[in-house]
């Protein structure tokens, strides 16, 4: 018997039934790069099989980036054409796909695909963040809070680390709460996170990633400290991490790598940190905030344009939506939220 075999069949079940709801005679689209977990590819594709959908795994040699940096590795054309002509597709790429122009011309084109973004997906996290979570309960706490968060005109984030950042909403940028559907057309991400474009020249104050830091750094030693200045990255401090970061920056040659993105929540009880950024970002408690490429979408009329992105994770964060504090050090305080957190954690 092999590790968690009988429980990643059990995520993989949940995953094509409950989150994707896949129908018999739907084309499912898998990619994975040289890098994902074989085991997960391979009990997805069985459990799709089974319930009568048609399931397509598509192997890519690993791209040396991700996003657009990805293009020049990738065979675009192809990959385009197959995405156009799904139903749904999950990526388990563990250089992520999202926002390169593959996925782009896919979402543009085909107005019915489902996509599912779970790079880097492996065995023990599928059973961690999917197999063993209370979908349901997750999901009813997740929408409360991305109510609360549509609502509020002004946020403040402090960390122990050092993050202490104040921001404006803008009620013309969408919420995304990914309470880990993805049963209607559009782009759906792993339960547990909520994310939205703050008005970006309205974020001033000290930024501190301390968890991970994905592309360049993976999992941090010690914090980078970013200063910011009207949504822009005005100074970068810290150790051989911090300059590591500052010359991935620098290479794209855009000042748009420069610029605050989004902000999103993590709360997925399963997660915790291990340098996959996907799982990163949804430990519980935690803050990220993203730099770079954003779409239109995210950010009416023309979100960012930028030649790739990042995402930095910020612990055990302390947060205020607009008088009400929700969060403090990574604990749910907000008592209309408190006992649903309890149960979840």
Known sequence: MKYYEMEVAKAAKTLVEDIFRLKKGE??????????????????????????????????ASPLGVGKAADPM???????????????????????????????RAMSYNKKLRYMCLVGMDTDMMVRVIGRVDTSLLEEFLVKVAELTRKAKKMRIKTPAGTDLEFENSPNNPVSCDTGRADSPGMHMLAGQIGWAPVFESINGTLVFDGSLEPPCGLLKEPVVLTVEK???????????????????????????????????????????????????????????????????????????????????????????????????????????????????
């Open 27 to 60: 084309t499912f689209i898998i990619t994975a790069d040289t890098e994902s977990d074989e085991r997960v590819v391979n009990t997805v594709s069985q459990a799709a099989f089974s319930i009568g959908a048609k399931p397509m795994v598509i192997w890519l």
């Open 231 to 345: 949504g822009r990255v005005v100074d970068i401090r810290g150790g051989n991490q911090a300059q590591q970061f500052r010359r991935w920056l620098e290479g794209f040659n855009g000042p748009n790598m420069f610029r605050l993105a989004h902000v999103c929540y993590g709360f997925n009880p399963g997660a915790k940190l291990t340098g996959n950024i996907l799982e990163d970002e949804r430990v519980w408690g935690c803050t990220e905030w993203g730099l770079g490429y954003l779409s239109a979408a995210d950010a009416p009329p023309e979100g960012i344009p930028a030649a790739s992105h990042c995402d930095g994770i910020c612990l055990n964060s302390s947060v205020w939506v607009d008088d009400i504090q929700i969060l403090d050090n990574g604990t749910v305080v907000y008592e209309k939220l408190k006992r649903i957190a309890e149960k979840l954690t």
């Open 74 to 104: 990738l065979p675009v054309d192809a990959l385009s054409e197959a995405l156009k002509q799904a139903d749904a597709w999950v990526e388990f790429n563990n250089k992520w796909l999202l926002y390169s122009t593959p996925f782009e």
